[in-house]
């Protein structure tokens, strides 16, 4: 996961390859209370990992239910078998809906027939999200419910025990969010049951006031409910459910999670707008998936794409291009239809997204944050209390794109990234900033990891920031930190040389002979890993490190053929989102086209203190007065030699970090790095 300030989208060409879905939000928080509440234990596989279903499981351990992550990534939960084992709790839900709505449920039924006390409070935003329906039907079925801040929303009080009416149906308002619904569903099974407050068993009605919205999400509960052994009974249209009297959760023992339909839409976009040569495969959702938002294949469909449907994976490729317009009713598809508003910009004409309300009470109020997102990137927005008009977009602008602490928003978002793809602005194509891209956290933590695996971009729209400079200038903390601000890879160019050097020197060969070395280079078997260096699959990261390496390094780094065989190694580290390198030539030699260069320089003596104590906090015995001479000798070899000797790029930034921190001399490099981006300050 990204967890830098922002992320920079280079312009972004084309994709193809399979994607792994991560497990469907809205299914893994309804089992993971629906095996809670049961008895017994259940096996939850392909559980999604996310902020979302944490507070889940930490709000259900609370309750006391056991829960583990099993080494096969299974997660065992033995539930309460209906029984509160906890009767008092404190629990911190963080914006998770899918969690704060049925848990009120379900704790307000028990506190009301077994006895106790939970507060339920989440982060700001949450105490801003509407509850007052859920809380309105649980008063009347006699649940006490307090109102900790404002009257409607979270944070809340549930006590008991209170005598329950149960012999008319409970009322809900199904037109604001059908989750208030979908949590009596989920709930009222602990009461249909009988026992628990000495009453006997009986039916349960519930009626839906107004028309039910989002109605996929509730067959997605009626589903699962029926999976755990409880067969609600609705009308056909949507208005009246009844939980048979004696119904009970019967934990199935396995269940498994099918990927996630909405975060699919992201890919179903991109196949869309960017597969123009093989398809983009996605894995976890199809034909089979109890998901609603799978529908959103059909709308994506009707704006053009070309899509391939199997019982759980899609194959989608660029169909119509550009895009066409769409006008819908996207009711079935509240969270997925936000894709379709950054894929309008793509379309042949204005987009309408109709019956989006609910947007205004989600994470954010997703109409307002969209409108206001798309017109930095300079769309002509139109917005309504519940609708949506965006039109295509030809003169696109770099823009920060503000998240709102919404995941859909930060995803969406990194579809804009595509418009060198629209038909004469290939030369335009402009970079897009996600700010807070760690957001997506709460659904799809390695989104963005993900969408670089299957995306093209052309290596010189890929952003690549030089630190050359002398021995134990800081060079290689440097490169660490700006990168790891940046969300950026690295290049350690020195250790290329170091393990040629250190290979050759285990060959036998005369390191003075540059044709031999050069030879030695295609033969490496060479892995890096999250900086470690692997040769011939030994771990030889800490040879690497010693002195005695860096001259052999040195030494190697002289002979042209040598810097010539190591060349396109160097070139292939230039991947997304960006790489910052770290060398000699990084500026002058390999990456000339670089964006920032830094010349990044210490005196002699402050540098040979530097590695003295690097060497001395390691356990490695070291002299400062040989140091010394050893880089001395070493910077003047670097200097000296003719082929891309040690030196400063003319347009290089020259950094004297003598006197200062690490993390001075970053944020230094961060500023620079901000003026030559083109995003607004
Ligand atoms: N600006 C700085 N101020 C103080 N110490 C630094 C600074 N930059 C780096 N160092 C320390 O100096 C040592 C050498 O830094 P390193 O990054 O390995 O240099 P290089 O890659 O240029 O050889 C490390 O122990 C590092 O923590
Ligand atoms: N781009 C590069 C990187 C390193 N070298 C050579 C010259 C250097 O003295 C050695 C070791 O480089 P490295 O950056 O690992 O060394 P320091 O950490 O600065 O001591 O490799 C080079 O010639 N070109």
Redo the contacts with the bound molecule.
């Keep these: 996961m990204y967890k830098t300030a922002y992320l920079d989208l280079p312009p972004l060409r084309g994709a193809a390859g399979t994607v792994s879905l991560p497990g469907s939000k809205s299914i893994s928080n309804r089992v993971l209370l629906l095996a809670g509440l049961s008895e017994g234990e259940t096996l939850v596989h392909d559980l999604l990992d996310s902020d979302d279903t944490k507070v889940m499981i930490a709000a259900l351990r609370e309750l006391g239910c056991e829960l583990h992550h099993r080494d096969d990534g299974v997660l065992s939960v033995i539930g309460l078998g209906g029984r509160l084992r906890q009767k008092q709790a404190q629990l911190f839900l963080g914006n998770a809906g899918t969690a704060m709505r049925p848990l009120t449920a379900a704790l307000a039924v028990l506190a009301a027939t077994q006895g106790g006390q939970f507060e339920l409070s989440g982060v700001p935003r949450m105490h801003e999200r509407p509850i007052g329906d859920l809380v309105d039907a649980l008063r009347a079925l006699g649940c006490p419910i307090d109102c900790l801040g404002q009257e409607g929303y979270p944070p809340l009080r549930l006590r008991g025990p209170a005598p329950l009416s149960l012999t008319a149906p409970v009322q809900v308002r199904g037109d604001v969010s059908s989750q208030f619904l979908t949590a009596l569903l989920l709930a009222l099974p602990l009461v249909a049951a009988g026992g628990v407050d000495g009453q006997a068993p009986r039916d349960i009605v519930i009626e839906v006031t107004g028309e039910l919205i989002s109605k996929p999400y509730v067959q997605i509960t009626l589903d699962l409910l029926a999976r755990f052994g409880v067969q609600v009974q609705r009308d056909a249209d949507w208005q009246r459910f009844v939980i048979p009297a004696g119904s009970r959760y019967a934990s199935p023992g396995v269940v498994h999670v099918e990927g996630d339909a909405s975060s699919a839409s992201y890919f179903v976009a991109l196949g869309a707008i960017a597969a123009d040569q093989a398809p983009v495969r996605i894995e976890g959702v199809g034909s089979s998936s109890v998901q609603g938002d799978v529908r959103f294949v059909e709308a994506a469909q009707a704006m053009g794409a070309a899509v391939t449907l199997g019982p759980n994976w899609l194959e989608v490729r660029r169909g119509a291009w550009p895009l066409r317009a769409l006008d819908l009713d996207c009711n079935h598809i509240p969270d997925a239809a936000m894709t379709l508003a950054v894929m309008a910009l793509y379309a042949d004409g204005p987009t309408v997204l109709r019956n989006i309300a609910s947007w205004r009470v989600k994470e954010t109020d997703r109409i307002a944050a969209m409108a206001t997102e798309l017109r930095k990137l300079g769309a002509e927005v139109e917005e309504g209390p519940d609708w949506l008009r965006v039109f295509p977009l030809q003169h696109w602008q770099p823009a920060a794109i503000h998240t709102y602490d919404d995941h859909r928003v930060a995803m969406c978002f990194s579809l804009a990234a595509f418009n060198g793809l629209v038909p004469g602005r290939s030369e335009e194509a402009v970079p897009v900033r996600i700010l807070d891209p760690q957001c997506v956290a709460k659904t799809f933590p390695d989104y963005f990891e993900t969408l670089f695996s299957v995306v093209q971009a052309r290596p010189q729209d890929i952003p690549v920031i030089t630190i050359?400079g002398?021995?134990?200038?800081g060079?290689?903390t440097l490169t660490d930190e700006v990168a790891r601000a940046l969300g950026y890879g690295v290049l350690?160019?020195?250790?290329?040389?170091?393990v040629t050097g250190l290979a050759a020197h285990r060959a036998g060969l005369d390191l003075n002979d540059g044709a031999a070395v050069a030879a030695l280079v295609p033969t490496l078997d060479l892995r890096f890993e999250e900086g470690r260096v692997l040769l011939d699959e030994e771990d030889v990261s800490n040879e690497l490190r010693q002195e005695a390496t860096?001259l052999m390094?040195?030494q190697v780094?002289?002979h042209p053929p040598v810097?010539q065989a190591l060349h396109q190694l160097q070139l292939d580290f230039r991947r997304l989102p960006g790489l910052v390198a770290?060398?000699?030539?990084?500026g002058t030699a390999?990456f000339p086209d670089a964006s920032l260069k830094v010349f990044l320089t210490a005196s002699a003596a402050t540098r040979a203190e530097r590695r003295f104590n690097q060497l001395i906090s390691k356990g490695v015995p070291a002299k400062l007065d040989d140091l010394r001479a050893d880089l001395e000798a070493?910077d003047a070899?670097?200097k000296t030699r003719s082929a891309?000797p040690?030196q400063a790029a003319a347009d290089a930034i020259e950094l004297d970090n003598s006197a200062h921190s690490v993390e001075a001399s970053k944020d230094l490099v961060l500023g620079w790095w901000q003026t030559k981006r083109p995003f607004p300050h």
């Design positions: 050359d002398p021995t134990a200038s060079k290689g350690d160019s020195g250790s290329l040389y170091r860096g390094a040195s780094g002289a810097r770290d060398g000699r030539d990084m390999i070493r070899r670097d891309s040690l």
